[in-house]
């Protein structure tokens, strides 16, 4: 899965309703994004702390061929009697993000839904501590199209020195703008 100009091929699935590509542990408070106070490389369809409880198999990742479906099914908050989230995350290979909210009852206005890079400088939230998740909800978040691109992508010229560097813009899928960009 590509994130932020990195490719993943495994994924940490977090009860408190994340997803990240690392070994950090899991993180009960959410906070802002982006920001230091969530996991590198940080997928948040609705991070929360969520309760499982004991022996409760409540998340399930699929991957049908074309998509990575992660699906929380009835999880309660903690210490929220009588919440129920069910709730998905769907990674897409071109890097599409998707959140899906079946069923949000209870308190939903204490969570954070967004996504972040491994510097935790980097990402985008959607909703931090408000009212915003609800029954039959969709996110979608996309990638901007990589639009420029160099080759070699890095290295080292000594001094006297040169290298040709061959640059590529493809402006397919982008509007008229101005576009700043690295390569």
Same mark, same amino acid.
């Given at each position: 899965?590509?994130?932020?100009?990195?490719?993943?091929?495994?994924?940490?699935?977090?009860? %408190?309703?994340?997803?990240?590509? +690392? %070994?950090?542990?899991?993180?009960?408070? %959410?906070?802002?994004?982006?920001?230091? +106070?969530?996991?590198? %490389?940080?997928?948040?369809?609705?991070?929360? /702390?969520?309760?499982? +409880?004991?022996?409760?198999?409540?998340?399930?990742?699929?991957? /049908?061929?074309?998509?990575?479906?992660?699906?929380?099914?009835?999880?309660?908050?903690?210490?929220?009697?009588?919440?129920?989230?069910?709730?998905?995350?769907?990674?897409?290979? $071109?890097?599409?993000?998707?959140?899906?909210?079946?069923?949000?009852?209870?308190?939903?206005? $204490?969570?954070?839904? @967004?996504?972040? /890079? $491994?510097?935790?400088?980097? *990402?985008?939230?959607?909703?931090?501590?408000? /009212?915003?998740?609800?029954? $039959?909800?969709?996110?979608?978040?996309?990638?901007?199209?990589?639009?420029?691109? *160099?080759?070699?992508?890095? +290295?080292?010229?000594?001094?006297?020195?040169?290298?040709?560097?061959?640059?590529?813009?493809?402006?397919?899928?982008? @509007?008229?703008?101005?576009?700043?960009?690295?390569?």
């Amino acid at each position: 899965f590509p994130l932020y100009g990195r490719r993943f091929t495994h994924v940490k699935v977090c009860t %408190n309703g994340y997803l990240q590509f +690392g %070994n950090e542990g899991a993180t009960f408070v %959410n906070a802002g994004l982006p920001g230091t +106070g969530g996991p590198r %490389n940080m997928i948040a369809p609705f991070w929360d /702390d969520l309760h499982f +409880g004991a022996g409760a198999n409540r998340a399930y990742v699929r991957f /049908d061929g074309t998509r990575c479906i992660v699906s929380w099914i009835a999880v309660p908050r903690y210490n929220d009697v009588g919440s129920v989230m069910t709730f998905q995350a769907i990674l897409y290979p $071109s890097g599409e993000v998707r959140f899906q909210y079946l069923r949000m009852q209870g308190f939903t206005a $204490s969570a954070t839904v @967004g996504v972040q /890079d $491994s510097t935790r400088l980097v *990402g985008l939230m959607v909703a931090f501590n408000q /009212d915003y998740v609800r029954d $039959s909800l969709a996110v979608r978040i996309v990638p901007l199209p990589q639009w420029l691109s *160099g080759e070699p992508a890095a +290295g080292l010229v000594p001094p006297g020195g040169r290298q040709t560097v061959t640059l590529h813009m493809d402006a397919t899928g982008l @509007g008229t703008n101005r576009y700043v960009g690295r390569a």
